[in-house]
T-cell receptor, first 114, second 113 residues
């Protein structure tokens, strides 16, 4: 059973489009995250939710909007896609705050904006 | 603010060579320290962790010791295998940052047969 699953695995789209990435975890964790990994492998946190409540919101353009319908799901919607949004997006979860509890990552969604 | 610095990659080693990947950190308070590994095409997974000074984390032959006096958490393995080829991330976590994990820039390791 996949612990943290993301869909789709690959997403190719044109500038200006709107797209969503879905994430689900079956670990019973309370906290979920979205990370962005650029082409140099640098990882940057975007958002974190704890029990459906937003607790971390880094400096991310308003075009990115997370939504957590329940504590097992955290989706990411991106409006008006730009070339610079091309990256690999990782969903992750943890049983407590990621500062002390290990993060469990999905396998990523590779977004390519043309 | 809190930060993590790793040695630049890529690091290329022959099989059975000794591995060290340096990691130093800057933090207020008492952070936990982690090493995560990312194999090609996959997400990150926890390799080992240490929660207080002088703790040693170990897993799959990898070790790292939390050194508060040198603010370091270097990753070592005595004999690497081709299957260890991956990107390794050092990370620190404190409540100072709202509970988030701060990652280093990653170090790519390539092991040749």
């Amino acid at each position: 059973d996949t612990a943290v699953s993301q869909t789709p695995k690959y997403l190719v789209t044109q500038m200006g489009n709107d797209k969503s990435i879905k994430c689900e975890q079956n670990l019973g964790h309370d906290t979920m995250y979205w990370y962005k990994q650029d082409s140099k492998k640098f990882l940057k946190i975007m958002f974190s939710y704890n029990n459906k409540e937003l607790i971390i919101n880094e400096t991310v353009p308003n075009r990115f909007s997370p939504k957590s319908p329940d504590k097992a799901h955290l989706n990411l919607h991106i409006n008006s896609l730009e070339l610079g949004d091309s990256a690999v997006y990782f969903c992750a979860s943890s049983s407590g705050t990621g500062a002390y509890s290990p993060l469990h990552f999905g396998n990523g969604t590779r977004l390519t904006v043309t | 603010g809190d930060s993590v610095t790793q040695m630049e990659g890529p690091v290329t080693l022959s099989e059975e060579a000794f591995l060290t990947i340096n990691c130093t950190y800057t933090a207020t308070g008492y952070p936990s320290l982690f090493w995560y590994v990312q194999y090609p095409g996959e997400g990150l997974q926890l390799l080992l962790k240490a929660t207080k000074a002088d703790d040693k984390g170990s897993n799959k032959g990898f070790e790292a010791t939390y050194r508060k006096e040198t603010t370091s958490f270097h990753l070592e393995k005595g004999s690497v295998q081709v299957s260890d080829s991956a990107v390794y991330f050092c990370a620190l976590g404190t409540y100072n940052q709202g509970g988030k994990l701060i990652f280093g820039q990653g170090t790519e390791l390539s092991v040749k047969p």
